[in-house]
């Protein structure tokens, strides 16, 4: 406790409802405005806070890979609607973003379906995936899914 207290002893102004022992009403009004602004740039330097601020904030930090994969669309009754090739653009411990899908009917389903990912590549070989679909952009054949189940087979 009291190296926490010798801290704020070192601090110009303290932050919003924190004052030193014995200071009046009048300083801690002086000292709010400028508390406020220097938690918010503490804060801001973190990089979970920008993620929380972003119109579209994800769960998880994502990692940029580069995994060639094959894909197959599933209907919820589980059988094969399409079948085709795609690239783990990117990864988290949540979901991914499967971007270049080439797929041979060349469209995804109307009604609810998921997709099994299998990773290749030597460092990826036997990585199976049953993901969600929880984004399709049209423009880039992308799709953001959410992971489901993850597999390892020898």
């Known amino acids: 406790m009291a190296s926490i207290l010798a801290g704020l002893e070192k601090v110009e102004c ?21 508390g406020d602004k220097l938690v918010f740039r503490a804060a801001a330097k973190v990089p979970e806070f920008f993620d929380h ?4 904030y994800r769960e998880t930090r994502r990692t940029a890979v ?7 669309v599933l209907l919820s009754d589980g059988t094969v609607f399409d079948s085709g090739s795609g690239v783990v653009r ?9 971007a270049g899908l ?9 009604r609810p379906f998921r997709v099994s990912l299998f990773l290749k590549g030597r460092d990826y070989k036997g990585i199976g995936i049953e ?3 929880v ?13 489901d189940e993850i597999s390892v087979t020898a």
């Open 14 to 34: 303290l932050p919003t409802g924190l004052r030193q022992l014995g200071a009046g009403e009048a300083t801690d009004r002086q000292c709010r405005k400028s």
């Open 53 to 56: 601020m972003c119109a579209h």
């Open 66 to 72: 580069d995994i060639p994969c094959d894909v197959r």
């Open 90 to 98: 990117n990864v988290s411990p949540s979901g991914a973003l499967l």
């Open 102 to 110: 080439k797929l041979e009917k060349g469209c995804l389903p109307i």
């Open 131 to 133: 993901a969600t679909p």
């Open 135 to 147: 984004r399709i952009e049209a423009e880039t054949a992308a799709l953001g899914v959410r992971f």
